[in-house]
């Protein structure tokens, strides 16, 4: 397996402590090359964990040795990221940054609710913990 990218669902998800998030970042972290937290969706989970106090568990995550960002939301990739997102310009930016990031490489988008990348871009491969 290459490596995954984790999309806000599954972080916000994992930061409130689901046991499905859980067993699905350790299952990819123990199985892919690397994992990668796009920058907005990781903002996204922080905003959402915030008032909850579930923000300790997306930073023991991140402890994990996780990639963040890579090349995420800098001046030269905003066209690109922006391009992926004006094809479904309803979806959050954190989706297409995913897509982005998945496309770029070739990777998977591991997420929760997997609907909204599988109706925005179907090209992008996703896994969904519980579908086959």
């Known amino acids: 397996m ?3 990218v984790l999309d806000a ?10 046991p499905a998030a859980m067993v699905a970042v350790d299952e990819a972290d123990q199985n ?21 106090g579930d ?3 997306l930073d023991r995550m991140l402890s994990l040795g996780v990639i963040v960002g890579d ?6 990739e905003a066209p690109m990221i922006g391009a992926v997102w004006s094809e479904a310009p309803g979806v959050p930016l ?10 770029r490489r070739g990777w998977v988008v591991l997420a929760i609710d997997g609907a909204p990348l599988r109706g925005a871009y179907p090209d992008v491969r996703l896994a969904v913990p519980g579908e086959e």
């Open 2 to 4: 290459g490596g995954v």
């Open 9 to 18: 669902s599954v972080l916000i998800s994992f930061a409130e402590a689901d």
């Open 32 to 52: 892919a090359q690397a994992l990668l937290v796009p920058a907005v969706a990781l903002t996204t989970a922080y905003a959402q964990a915030g008032p909850k």
């Open 55 to 57: 923000g300790p568990y």
């Open 71 to 76: 090349g995420g939301l800098g001046h030269a």
């Open 94 to 103: 954190h989706t297409a940054e995913a897509a982005w990031h998945a496309r």
